[in-house]
């Protein structure tokens, strides 16, 4: 039995090969359908990768508290506020003072707020770091040691800050993985000194590096540790900027010289004297991902009852915008799976509309193998070996085209993609089964011909 359906599979392909041309291009909508699905597949695989990496990086349930900060300079509220504006009867009105986000914030969220589970402040300053001659730009970021847990940051080496250095002050810091590249290439950086304007910092820990690359990460609360230097937020405070016991109107402007060493503060995003916030953030974790929304409306009325019913501050929730936008891209692309989809569809509507016609073309054909003894099965088969080849082999070449075009968009486009096996087999299994759906029907009336009328056939 085996040999005999054997046999019907080398006719099949003998026709296959008599044929190449009418074969090649019934199966390119196969080609290109699985080609499709494959890269479509790997794009939105992609998405979820970046996704998921941008949900570590800004921890798990967080709340990010920032300082809404007065560019102008004008004053909307704090300190620069004091003097007052007009209403609109003309009369003077003097704005409510607001403290602004301090430490003193920082204390009573965590005293209060029973769902809390870690808490840390930051002040940034966006500067330079010396080391042996070398000078390398650098962000430095006052945290406590809730941070590294807080957003999932592995040591390569040493340690976070100790207690009487986190409540003293003192000059120590951890490093990320490129500024060690760059000033400590060659030695263990763990217990040598590096200079932030006028004080020596000792290197007390190494983070791992990571490989995440996102465009404004920042705007997503994504902190990328690499290129990022540490220390106690209390040395910050303390050794060089400490906004809540500076008064803004002595200022010239947004940039201090403490210490012969000029600060552009929070990313330079402080250009007047209107910020008045001790702190550039507070971010909060909480223990669960339900108590998210409850505790973002409690900590949105503790704050404002703190700050006098100032709104100088703004609560965002990173972990639930990138949840947001993960299901936007899910659902863009299963649009787009769908849409490379119905290209294997039309693949197979093409087989079967090829099939039929090779069944009229071959009618001679099939009366003859009829009246040699041939049974209706024997047909089906031929016919069916046909459409199942055109299907499996274009399968295997649109997986082929599907794996480079992927490698192709990563490169040329910089859109990760990522080739699953999963989806490597779902696009050939689904290019078989099409072959064998659509080849079915064009066998069947194939088998089902008259021998004496297929043989009277011109």
Known sequence: MFSRYFHDIEIAIESLLDNKLKSSLTALGIIFGTAAVISMLAIGNGAQQEILEQIKMVGVNNIVITPIVDLTGNGENGESSEEGTENGNGETKKEKYSPGLTLKDVEAIKKIIPSVKRITPEVIANSFIVQNGRRVSAKVIGVNNDYFELYNVKFEKGAVFNEFQAEKGIPVCVIGANIRSKIFSNIDPVNQYL??????LKVIGVLEKTNVSLSAADNAGVNLVNDNVYIPVQTMLLRYKNRALVNSKSLSGGNSF???????????QETSTSNY???????VQVEETEQLTTTTEILSRMLLRRHNNVKDYEITVPELLLKQQQRTKDIFNIVLGAIASISLIVGGIGIMNIMYATVMERIKEIGIRLAMGAKKT???AQ????????SVSGGIIGVILGVVFSKLIMKFADILTIISPGSIIVAFGVSAIIGVFFGLSPAKRAAEKDPIESLRYE
């Not at 200079?195 to 020596?200: A, L, P, Q, V």
């Not at 916030?277 to 971010?283: A, F, G, T």
């Open 195 to 200: 200079k932030f304007g006028h004080i020596w």
């Open 258 to 268: 403490f210490g012969g060493f000029f600060f552009s503060f929070s990313g330079g």
């Open 277 to 283: 916030h001790q702190l550039d953030k507070i971010i």
């Open 378 to 380: 024997d047909i089906i």
């Open 383 to 390: 016919f069916l070996s046909e459409a199942i080849l055109i």
